[in-house]
């Protein structure tokens, strides 16, 4: 049995760079021709120039110095046209091989000598001077610029001419331009097509993400965001968290502001953080933590005891919810009547107060009484909370009454101490009331946790402190010194 070992390669030839890369019609010059992964010393080689499948001139005795390197002369036949042609290589290992738009023909010697600037990014448009030499601009007419990269190309705009030496022209960057080196080209119909190799780069950019908002939101809702950059681009976005996706719909970019987009958000969707994956001029990247999916709650409300003409307190607490955020509205629904004092004072994310009076006519004293609360912001929607409340009908009333609390000192300069065997079930609600009937502070004690009321920031005078639990409530009267 014969075994049969083929090497195949995997790995493409291609010419790189021609050097010198500009001739003159009529000229003789020396060049060298590179390419990669090329077998130029194995066999013969041919190297001649087109334009498109038409042969203009070519290499007279091609001779290798490596498989990579190339060298020889060629001679420009006069009455050559001024143009770009493509460079031609072929050996019996590498096949063909075209490097195109890669040698100038010039009948005065003019180039390029600069593109300033030299590179950009996809998605922006920007002013391009090229600076010549021994061209005729001013003198010729049908000035054209462009940019390429093998067989793509990219047109100059409002191309102006300042001088012979020196062309402005404007240049949109698409986003489907390949990233990469790419050459300049400007002619006019004087010096035909002058060219500068490798002169100007688009860039492989990923565009820098500063902010998304919002950045939290919870399943089921759908939000309008903003992800803040500092150039537009085009992509497929989508939210992701480990194997789950949300995806992103673009509305429209901004030049140098920012993407806006929406995205519905399923009411299955897992809790927690999601990075926003990128597919940008096919190239991926994340955002990471850039969405926090929440489920907010209002699990508890303080008021045991309500009172008719009396200004009264609620503490709402929340867990997941975001009382800081812009445009709060808070709503107090009940079967009395509540006439709010226009005062919600947000202590944090998690804790506000709202300040308001029951008016309850008929009702009888430690009736309970239903109380919705709802509380509406931008990221949480409606959260609404129910809770009992028990009437009483004055601050200074008996009944129900605690008969055994003890307090002290009595007057006092700072500290008061509150302390009872009747308090029972789980917590104790102590607010401070002014001489004038203001309420100045109100808190939740733990039961057996020490009740300390401190007045020492408060002036000298009479105040009432009002004693709430489990149905029962007392006011006390303390003298601050």
């Not at 050097?19 to 590179?34: Q, R």
């Not at 490596?66 to 001024?82: A, D, K, L, W």
């Not at 759908?222 to 992800?227: E, P």
């Amino acid at each position: 049995m014969i075994g049969l070992i083929l090497s195949v390669s995997l790995m493409s030839q291609n010419l790189q760079t021609i050097n010198p890369n500009t001739g003159i019609s009529g000229h003789t010059l020396a060049l060298s021709l590179t390419g990669q992964n090329t077998h130029f010393n194995q066999g013969s080689n041919t190297i001649w120039f087109s334009v498109g499948s038409t042969t203009a001139f070519s290499m007279t005795n091609p001779t290798a110095t490596s498989s990579s390197v190339i060298s020889g002369n060629v001679s420009i036949p006069y009455g050559t046209p001024n143009s770009v042609y493509n460079v031609n290589a072929h050996n019996n290992t590498d096949g063909i091989m075209t490097m195109y738009n890669a040698f100038i023909v010039s009948a005065s010697g003019a180039q390029i000598i600069s593109v300033a600037p030299n590179n950009a990014n996809h998605g922006q448009t920007l002013s391009l001077s090229l600076s010549c030499q021994n061209a005729n601009f001013s003198s010729g007419s049908n000035t054209q610029v462009w940019f390429s990269q093998g067989s793509y190309t990219m047109m100059g705009t409002n191309t102006t001419v300042l001088s012979n030496n020196l062309i402005n022209t404007d240049l949109y960057i698409s986003q489907t331009a390949p990233s990469g080196v790419y050459n300049s080209l400007a002619s006019n119909s004087i010096d035909g097509t002058l060219m500068k190799a490798s002169s100007f780069t688009v860039n492989n950019y990923i565009p820098a993400v500063s902010n998304v908002y919002p950045n939290i939101s919870k399943p089921g809702k759908n939000i309008d965001f903003l992800i803040e950059n500092s150039s537009s681009y085009n992509g497929q976005y989508y939210y992701q968290k480990a194997n789950e996706i949300i995806p992103i719909n673009i509305q429209h970019n901004v030049m140098g502001y920012g993407i806006y987009g929406n995205a519905s958000i399923p009411a299955t969707a897992s809790l927690g953080v999601y990075d926003i994956v990128v597919i940008d001029n096919n190239s991926t990247y994340k955002v990471s933590n850039a969405l926090t999916l929440v489920a907010p709650t209002l699990p508890s409300i303080d008021s045991a005891v309500v009172e008719t003409s009396n200004y009264q307190v609620l503490n709402v607490y929340g867990s997941q919810t975001h009382f800081t955020s812009n445009n709060l509205t808070v709503i107090v629904d009940t079967l009395a009547l509540w006439y709010p004092n226009d005062s919600v004072v947000v202590i944090s994310d998690t804790h506000l107060k709202v300040y308001g009076m029951f008016l309850l006519m008929g009702i009888k004293n430690y009736s309970p009484i239903q109380v919705w609360v709802k509380i509406i912001n931008p990221i949480d929607d409606t959260l609404s909370y129910p809770f009992r409340a028990y009437y009483a009908a004055s601050i200074g009333d008996d009944l129900g009454t605690f008969n055994n609390i003890r307090y002290f000192p009595n007057p006092t300069s700072d500290i008061v101490r509150i302390q009872s065997e009747e308090f029972t079930g789980n917590t104790v609600f102590v607010e401070v009331f002014s001489p004038d009937g203001k309420l100045l502070l109100s808190h939740k004690f733990a039961i057996g946790e020490p009740i300390n009321i401190d007045l020492k920031s408060y002036p000298s005078g009479l105040y009432n402190i009002r004693i709430s639990s489990q149905h029962k409530t007392k006011t006390l009267s303390v003298i601050r010194r």
